[in-house]
């Protein structure tokens, strides 16, 4: 399975962004309202940096700020790790493994397309192993899969 597949499975296919001069507040609202984990940072329509719960967990309550206060473009992640639409998820599970990450912007040559959770990339595989098992147990039983 690749990338592509898998944004093409998710209920949700809009990217919501915000820039770098975004309070913490309102990127948490943002993250409330839309019930996701991460938000992308762009800037002239370019990727610059990435905002997760995590950040705000690490970069702002354990640091003492003020979500009202602070702007995203001090405690983004600006080192952001993409991704392609064409990649496989599996190379996507072991980046997100080894960098620690639980969201990937995605692109399609150069262009940002969407992003997927580490969520979206289990939900995909469930989903692909159910396929299978009905699969083989029509062929057990010789009933065609539908």
């Known amino acids: 399975m690749q990338v592509y597949q898998v944004l093409a499975s998710k209920s949700i296919d809009a990217i919501f ?7 913490v507040f309102q990127a948490l609202e943002l993250m409330a309202e ?18 997760s719960e995590r950040d705000y967990a690490r970069k702002v309550i354990l640091m003492g700020r003020a979500s009202r206060d602070t702007l995203i473009g001090d405690v983004m ?3 952001v790790i993409t991704v392609e639409t064409d990649q496989k998820i599996e190379d996507c599970m072991q980046i997100m493994s080894d960098k ?3 969201h990937l912007p995605v ?3 150069g262009e940002l397309v969407g992003i997927i959770s580490i ?3 289990v939900s995909a595989i469930i989903r692909e192993q159910k396929a299978h ?14």
Do not use: C, M, Q, W
Request: charged letters at 25%; aromatic letters at 6%.
């Open 34 to 51: 839309k019930n996701i984990g991460a938000v992308l940072v762009l800037e002239d329509g370019e990727l610059i940096g990435i905002f």
């Open 77 to 79: 992640t600006d080192k």
């Open 107 to 109: 692109n399609r040559k």
């Open 17 to 23: 962004s915000i820039t770098k001069e975004t309070t």
């Open 100 to 102: 620690h990450i639980r």
């Open 119 to 121: 969520n979206d990339i």
């Open 133 to 146: 098992i009905k699969s083989l147990e029509g062929y057990i039983s010789g009933t065609p899969y539908a």
